[in-house]
């Protein structure tokens, strides 16, 4: 670890290899428990290389989150992608070439949108129906039987879609407070999801459900009836899934390294290399009330260990980080030296710095698009 810190110049992404494996390892086990797929989002990864690990562990299907995500991984051997994004017109002659290299599951939710991919397709493309099961951020809602049947009819009237199912993101458990609170979000849920399906049934559609956020597939235990789900932050977590104890602070993988540029004593604050452009502004609340944009990290056995309330990046500007600290840490810290701070958000941050450099010294690139 020491040797990796020394040659850090810049605010610089750092990967644990072995708690990312653990991570997918333990999701591939319980998707195996349940019965379900796991189809992992790798918006959070972004990484060819990384998608190895999952691939190595039997994953074969895939959630992205664009067009160019999904030509990215199928460049690098992928063959069923979910675009889980609502079908972007101006990109279906791009849609058109990616489902002639591989089963391209998309995103309806408008009969008007069904009519454009028909009229423009030529090749079969899976539809799902996404349906707004309770976060309301796209969707339809779960109760309007009458949109969901009027889509679902032109979805299965169409020459080149195939409705495979009916697909939510759960993303109000990111607000909750609670595991039981998250536990009786994923319920409810699947109780919604399961009506439509029932609705559709009597339609004589047979459709599958699939679910998708790592607070909810991290802390249930039994998935219920569903037939796939579609976490991706579980890969690195963060402090955000660490309150929501969607994780143990041992289980998050990614942490940024950033040099010390200046020290004030008089308020107790080191600042660092590494700012909004770096993070992003995600923010969450601090030991004392106030919003926070990472937490320092300390170095022990070979990868970041412990935190202590009170070492806390309080401010971001576009390059630059305030961190408050305790007098400990500001005594035993001096300028140019490294700390390692863990984000509120990995999936933005890495997003961000757009590679990783590994503990034992690999670096991994991103995709570019």
């Known amino acids: 670890m020491d040797n990796i810190l020394y040659q850090i110049e810049k605010p610089t992404l750092l990967l644990d290899r072995k708690r990312v494996k653990r991570n997918i390892d333990r999701m591939v086990a319980k998707a195996d428990r349940n019965g379900v797929v796991l189809r992992p989002h790798f918006k959070t990864h972004q990484s060819a290389e990384i998608a190895v690990w999952f691939r190595d562990r039997g994953v074969e299907a895939i959630t992205v989150s664009s067009v160019e995500m999904a030509e990215y991984f199928i460049d690098n051997g992928w063959h069923d992608v979910t675009i889980a994004f609502p079908v972007n017109l101006r990109q279906i002659s791009r849609l058109n070439v990616l489902a002639r290299r591989a089963r391209i599951n998309s995103l309806v939710e408008s009969e008007m949108v069904v009519r454009c991919m028909d009229d423009t397709l030529d090749e079969n493309v899976a539809a799902w129906l996404k349906i707004d099961a309770g976060y309301h951020r796209t969707g339809l809602p779960w109760d ?15 020459e080149h ?67 796939e789900i579609r976490p991706g932050n579980f890969v690195f977590f963060d402090l955000s899934q660490l309150a929501f104890g969607s994780c ?28 909004a452009i770096h993070f992003s502004k995600e ?46 840490l500001f005594e035993r ?20 710095l757009g590679r990783y450099l590994t503990l034992d010294g690999e670096v991994i690139e991103m995709a570019k698009y």
């Open 144 to 158: 309007d039987d009458a949109s969901i049947a009027k889509i679902a009819l032109a979805v299965r009237k169409s």
């Open 161 to 227: 879609l195939q409705l495979r199912g009916i697909l939510t993101h759960a993303g109000h458990t990111y607000g909750s407070g609670s595991p039981e609170h998250i536990r009786a979000i994923y319920s409810q849920v699947l109780n919604r999801m399961k009506t439509v399906k029932r609705k559709l049934k009597s339609m004589g559609m047979e459709v599958g459900i699939s679910v998708g956020d790592t607070p909810g597939c991290s802390i249930v235990d039994d998935f219920g009836d569903v037939d």
């Open 248 to 275: 143990r602070l041992e289980d998050i993988a990614v942490a940024v390294a950033c040099p010390v540029v200046a020290m004030h004593a008089d308020r107790k604050q080191i600042i660092i290399y590494g700012g």
């Open 283 to 328: 923010s969450m609340l601090g030991s004392k009330g106030q919003a926070i944009y990472g937490q320092i990290a300390t170095f022990e056995s070979g990868s970041w260990s412990s935190t202590s309330d009170g070492n806390e990046v309080i401010s971001l500007s576009q390059e630059h980080g305030i961190v408050q600290v305790t007098d400990s």
């Open 333 to 352: 810290t001096k300028v140019g030296d490294i700390l390692l701070v863990l984000p509120i958000h990995s999936c933005l941050t890495a997003n961000l």
